[in-house]
């Protein structure tokens, strides 16, 4: 039993580093090729636009269902 809990600890962990790096690093853009400063420049400002809009978005919404 405490294995198992000890395995599923674990798994947690792991797969929210996981994700929180592989956010991070798509928004950073590091899955651009570098040798290109306008794309690697283009797709990071692309990106956190569309995170910007996205929390926009979301506040919108959040103001409009709750009647705010």
Do not use: N, Q
Request: glycine share 8%; aromatic share 8%; proline share 1%.
């Amino acid at each position: 039993m405490s294995e198992s809990r000890r395995i599923l600890a674990r798994i947690g962990r792991e797969s929210d580093a996981s994700v929180m790096t592989r956010v991070r690093d798509h928004v950073a853009a590091r899955d651009v090729d570098d040798k290109d400063p306008v794309e690697l420049w283009g797709t990071r400002i692309g990106r956190f636009i569309a995170v910007g809009v996205l929390v926009i978005f979301i506040l919108w919404l959040l103001f409009y269902v709750l009647g705010g």
